[in-house]
């Protein structure tokens, strides 16, 4: 199980509407902070008495990358009003940002702040944000970006009133959340228990004298996803409530998502798992046995033909160690209108061939000898067209073939490998 394949996506019903007489209020300047520009020379004191759009966005967020044109047309359309700003934060690196602004054509003052503190103090849960404030720092608007029109920004450099009626979009979490937001009452039950197990299984993380435990079982909060893992040298702990068994039993494994057949009674069964131990871990025959013999499963396997697909680097200058080396490496995945982002940070190449593969569902590995190196890649990989051409752009190739695998069929039921 790896960290960094994790990610909570959700479908939030997000009101855009005007702020009332409680609007935050800033000393601007003072309060609106940045630590470094990324594509402009602007300093925060340029801002004060200012009228100003901030759109809070990432490097690995869809629904942020695929809003950027709108933003641009209105930064455009409103381009000879010398006292309206348009500000594009994000509170990564700024190298790594630098590429993206780039790449997508940022043509708003793209900034970093690396502290995070403007995030906290806008109070930015969901990604894409976007604020309007007035010349003294008052939240006018908070919403989505795609609902911010001409005749908004008109109202607000003309002083007047900013309205807007709701609608349904589409955000993700700035950070996977420790409680996701509940609204249906039926599921409070899962949620507390996935809570308590979780703090069970974080009292056994932090445990010295417990040096290997397993747990493994037929999960009861079918509707709440979490997880964390960790590996150090020899040692590795890692947590994952009610994963898909299918997802699960591929990642155990080692093999694709499309290589696993299961029974009518398992294609909705979901697995809570926690193991906290060393190299035993790798030891795939030992994996598998648990994976059957705790959740009393059957497994069957034969050979069928399946489309390969090889990654290999063609321009070692193209790609670029990470710059968040003190991080742990992790992925995000993320959606909008269609569109796919699959963001990886800090991460070794060896295994993107596993994120990819979660992904797709497709067989991918390496052909070559990779070095330990860790890199962040942001790919654009709605088909796998796009994600050829995305991969291109950091000096990999994208190449496939066929060959015969083992297929793994799970039902009910216990037999003996």
């Known amino acids: 199980m790896k960290a960094f394949r994790n990610l909570i996506i959700y479908t939030l019903l997000l009101a855009s509407t005007s702020i009332d007489g409680h609007a935050q209020s800033l000393t ?6 940045f630590t470094a520009g990324i594509n402009t020379d602007l300093k925060p004191d340029n801002l004060k008495n200012k009228y100003i759009l901030l759109d809070f966005w990432a490097t690995w967020c869809a629904p942020c990358l695929e809003g950027m044109p709108h933003i641009n047309s209105l930064q455009k359309k409103f381009s000879q009003v010398k006292d309206l700003y348009f500000l594009s934060i994000t509170d990564e690196h700024v190298g790594k940002a630098k590429q993206i602004v780039e790449r997508f054509s940022f043509e708003t003052h793209a900034v970093s702040d690396s502290t995070g503190n403007l995030h906290k103090i806008f109070d930015i849960k969901t990604l894409p944000t976007a604020i309007l404030l007035d010349r003294k720092g008052t939240v006018k608007w908070k919403g989505n970006p795609k609902d911010i029109t001409s005749e908004m920004l008109e109202a607000l450099i003309n002083n007047q009133d900013i309205t807007v009626e709701s609608t349904k979009i589409q955000s993700i979490n700035s950070e996977p959340p ?25 009292a056994i993380y932090n445990n010295p004298s417990i040096i290997e435990y397993l747990f493994l079982e037929r999960s009861t909060s079918n509707n709440f996803s979490k997880s964390f893992s960790y590996k150090h040298q020899d040692s590795r702990f890692t947590y994952k409530l009610a994963v898909p068994f299918r997802v699960f039993a591929a990642e155990l494994m080692g093999i694709s998502t499309s290589s696993i057949e299961l029974s009518d009674s398992l294609e909705n069964l979901k697995v809570d798992y926690c193991y906290k131990g060393g190299n035993r871990y790798l030891d795939s025959a030992w994996r598998v046995d648990a994976l059957l013999n705790k959740l009393n499963i059957q497994m069957d396997s034969n050979l069928h033909t399946v489309e390969v697909f090889e990654l290999g680097i063609f321009d070692n200058n193209l790609i670029q160690t990470s710059l968040n080396k003190n991080k742990n490496g992790f992925s995000r995945t993320s959606s909008s209108d269609g569109h796919q982002i699959i963001a990886v940070d800090n991460v070794p190449l060896r295994e993107l061939a596993d994120v990819l593969q979660d992904n797709f569902g497709n067989y ?3 052909k070559g000898i990779l070095n330990d190196s860790k890199y962040d890649l942001v790919l654009k990989a709605s088909d796998l067209m796009e994600l050829k051409k995305s991969l291109g752009i950091y000096g990999i190739s994208l190449d496939s073939k066929l060959e015969k695998v083992n297929k793994f069929r799970f039902s009910e039921g216990r037999n003996k490998l």
């Open 178 to 202: 420790a409680i996701a937001s509940v609204r249906n009452t039926n599921l409070v039950g899962q949620v507390e228990k996935a809570k308590e197990m979780a703090a069970e299984f974080m």
């Open 364 to 366: 991918f590995r390496w």
């Open 28 to 33: 601007p300047g003072k309060d609106l902070h």
